[in-house]
Structures are given as structure tokens and as C-alpha cells.
């Protein structure tokens, strides 16, 4: 019982999509382009553990920090006071947080990019700050959370792409890292926004001040439903300029990623009760995933 309160508590679903990414990214997408690469796969898993940890401790780090409007918004998933005191999931978090941070910093002096060793440190204070002080304000938590998905992405790119090769196979690979980081960045703000709609009575009770606090859930939908049109012109600026070369990437991007968030968008504007809601977020994290696999498409079109 406790060891599946310890999956719930670090979220792992989450990070098994973050993992997922990142062995698509570097054992398909980068082996299918012929990319240049810097790191061995030791040094990659050290990456993608250190990652995992830091993310890890965050979620941990929020659940202590959120308890008390945990308790009013979903009583019935609280992990932290239910099935682990409060003392030993502090203990908890400094144990991951401390074993990220150390293996980032491990990283990076091995691979000689000392200052990349700020990815783990920053990402680590960053969530901090933000289940301290950020996740209460309209939109710059939710601007903080979704930089720090994005980022999770770009640092494979900055630690195992060379850069000074200038292929076009290997500008390709960055390209499309960074396009994906930055779609992973537009849907999260959606989703984070839909988040807050979510939990609005129980974030009020705790004087937080969200955008749907401050602006009422009506329009605070209504941003969500208008936000929703970045990552869909980025799709679209997507498909135009990979249509000739790669029409079935291009294909299943419009099908299983465009046209639902098209329906995300519109259904949004009618939504009203906390199912609702509820159901958007989970479509949207369907969406992710699709998108994600548009480089599994991508990868199997260049054989």
C-alpha cells in the first residue's frame, strides 16, 4: 500500500512519459537523422536520472507545501498525512532533490560544461520557489511549470547534440527537439490553466491567487480556449513546412494532434463543471503523448 502512495506521491506516470521521451529522442529519433552525439549511454542515463530525481523531489516538495488545499480539492488522493508523515516526506525530498542536483553537477563536469550544472540547480530552485511562492500567482506559475517541462526536453538536446556540426541532417535533430520542447511548453500552459479552473474552491479558500480567482472561471476559460491557438498555429507552421518531405509525420500530426486540440479549444468555451474540466486535462495529456510520437512517425519515414 505504501509503495503504490510512493508512485502517486512522485507522479509516476509523469515521469515515465518524461523517460519515455527522452529514450525515444535519443535511441530512435537522433540513431534515425545519423546525429552526432556527445554523451556515451552511461552518461545519458546519469542525465536522465538526475532529471527524474529533481522532478521527483519537486512533486514531493509541492504535495508537503499544498496539503492543506489538497485536503478540500481531492481529500481522497492526498498521500502526504494519509500514508507518509509530513517529517519523513521532507526527508524524502532532500534525499532525491540532494541526489539529482549531485548527479547533474557529476554530469556536467564530466562531459567539461561546469555551467550546465545551473540546469539541475535553477529547475530545482525554480520548483521550489514555485510550490512556495509562484503556483499561487496568475500565470507565472504557469508559465514556471511549463518552462521546466520544456526544459526537461531541451536538455538532452544541450548536453548530448553537437552544435557545431552543420549538416542538415543535424540541424533537423535540433530543430525538431526544440519544436517539440516548445509544444510541450504551449500545451502544459492550457493544461496548467484548466489545473487551476479545477481545484478554484479550494485554491480560494486558501486566499490563493490564481487567474480564476482573479478573473472569474468564465474568463478564465476563455484564455485557456485563446491560448490554445499557439500550439495549433505552431502545428500548422509545423505541417507546412514538413508537408513535401514528410507527409505521413505531417499527417498524423494533423489528425491525432491538431484536430483534438481544434476540439479542445471549442469545448473549452462550453464546459462548465469540474468533470468537464477534468476530462480536458486528460485529453490534453492524450494529446502530448501523440504529439511525442510524431517522432516515432518521423524516425520510421527516414528508413
Given amino acids: 500500500m505504501k509503495l503504490a502512495a510512493f508512485f502517486r506521491l512522485i507522479r509516476w506516470k509523469n515521469l515515465l512519459l518524461l523517460l519515455y521521451i527522452q529514450l525515444l529522442l535519443k535511441f530512435l529519433f537522433f540513431n534515425a537523422f545519423n546525429a552526432t552525439t556527445n554523451l556515451s549511454v552511461f552518461q545519458f542515463f546519469i542525465m536522465v536520472f538526475a532529471i527524474l530525481l529533481v522532478t521527483s523531489a519537486g512533486y514531493i516538495f509541492n504535495d508537503i507545501v499544498d496539503l492543506k488545499t489538497d ?57 521550489y520557489f514555485y510550490s512556495k511562492k509562484l503556483k499561487s ?13 520544456a526544459m526537461s526536453i531541451i536538455s538532452l538536446c544541450l548536453f548530448d547534440l553537437n ?33 487551476d479552473i479545477e481545484d478554484v474552491n479550494g485554491d480560494y479558500s486558501l486566499n490563493m491567487r490564481t487567474l480564476p480567482i482573479l478573473f472569474g472561471v468564465s474568463r478564465a476559460k476563455k484564455t485557456a ?48 463543471t469540474k468533470k468537464d474540466f477534468k476530462k480536458l486535462s486528460m485529453f490534453l495529456k492524450i494529446i502530448m503523448f501523440m504529439g511525442i510520437n510524431s517522432l516515432l512517425i518521423l524516425s520510421l519515414n527516414t528508413h
Avoid: D, W
Fill in 137 to 149: 500567482k496568475p500565470l507565472i506559475g504557469n508559465i514556471t511549470i511549463s518552462f521546466l517541462v
Fill in 71 to 127: 485536503l478540500l480539492n481531492k481529500p481522497h488522493k492526498v498521500t502526504v498525512a494519509n500514508f507518509f508523515t509530513v517529517e519523513s516526506t521532507q526527508r524524502l525530498y532532500l534525499i532525491t532533490n540532494t541526489l539529482g542536483i549531485v548527479l547533474g553537477i557529476g554530469l556536467s563536469l564530466s562531459v567539461q560544461k561546469p555551467s550546465f550544472s545551473f540546469i539541475f540547480i535553477g529547475a530545482s530552485l525554480l520548483l
Fill in 225 to 272: 480556449a485563446f491560448l490554445c491557438l499557439f500550439p495549433i498555429g505552431l502545428l500548422l507552421f509545423i505541417i507546412l513546412k514538413f508537408a513535401s518531405e514528410y507527409k505521413f509525420t505531417v499527417l498524423y500530426l494533423g489528425l491525432f494532434t491538431l484536430l483534438p486540440l481544434l476540439y479542445v479549444g471549442l469545448k473549452l468555451l462550453s464546459a462548465k
Fill in 163 to 195: 552544435y557545431t556540426i552543420q549538416n542538415n541532417s543535424q540541424q533537423l535533430v535540433i530543430q525538431v527537439t526544440f519544436l517539440l520542447s516548445f509544444f510541450a511548453f504551449l500545451i502544459n500552459m492550457v493544461r496548467e490553466i484548466i489545473k
